[in-house]
């Protein structure tokens, strides 16, 4: 089971999201723990402050280092192995490959960042930053959450049909084919006939084409990096 805590200001906003949808199941079947831990708690001060003016002037506010790390040294206390991130634009851009890598540990602590970033003496603590896109928000609760997604879809007994994560997008550095449902005919418009056809060997090799299609239009970045079969090239 992978047991996850998340550092936050704002600890209440994870509740609605975790105990819906496949989150939520997880929890329920015990595959995934999380808890969410209000930073306030561990600020030094009356006023429970975790946040104050930066040195050297300029805008805004930064996180104080001592509430975060009295936080992260209460949950190493609990959780040796925990794996320690921080969410932050300047991390390492997170993909497929480095969710997997995170599904393996048992346990992760992120740390949410706010205002104009958290004061840089954290870095010590920390294992690993990481970014969930070149963009900016408003704080790191959001990232926590996707990558708590992305990688509770792995962990076993989870989905369904386990088989269903080997072939979706950038598993194997290409984007999913496309996906047809009922009816077979919508406004003109049909499904492929071969989708139709039945024969089990046509539709695979109909996907890995679409696939490798679809990659190389919409993601010529993944596409160039692609070591192509000579199957591959023919399709």
């Known amino acids: 089971m992978l047991s996850v805590s998340i550092l936050s200001i704002f600890p209440g906003m994870f509740a609605p999201v975790l105990s819906i949808g496949m989150i939520g199941r997880a929890i329920e079947r015990k595959c995934l723990a999380v808890e969410a831990i209000d930073l306030r708690d561990f600020s030094a001060n009356k006023h429970r402050s975790v946040d104050d003016t930066p040195?050297?002037?300029g805008s805004g506010m930064v996180m104080m280092a001592e509430p975060i790390i009295a936080a992260l040294k209460s949950i190493q206390g609990k959780y040796p192995e925990t794996y320690r991130i921080l969410l932050t634009p300047s991390g390492t851009p997170l993909n497929q490959e480095k969710v997997k890598q995170l599904a393996a540990c048992t346990h992760i602590t992120f740390v949410c960042g706010r205002y104009e970033g958290v004061d840089e003496r954290v870095s010590r603590y920390i294992d690993e930053e990481i970014s969930i896109g070149d963009y900016v928000i408003t704080g790191g609760e959001l990232g926590a959450l996707v990558i708590i997604d992305a990688v509770t879809r792995l962990q076993p007994g989870v989905l369904n049909?386990?088989?269903?994560?080997?072939?979706?997008?950038?598993e194997n550095g290409l984007l999913e084919y496309p996906q047809y449902t009922k009816p077979a005919m919508i406004d003109g418009m049909e499904v492929p006939a071969t989708l139709?056809?039945?024969n089990h060997e046509q539709v695979k090799r109909w996907r890995r084409a679409h696939s490798l299609q679809r990659t190389q239009l919409k993601r010529p970045d993944l596409f160039s990096k692609l070591a192509l079969s000579e199957e591959d090239k023919k399709l």
């Open 55 to 57: 040195y050297g002037g």
């Open 161 to 170: 049909n386990e088989h269903s994560t080997s072939e979706e997008s950038f």
């Open 196 to 198: 139709l056809s039945g």
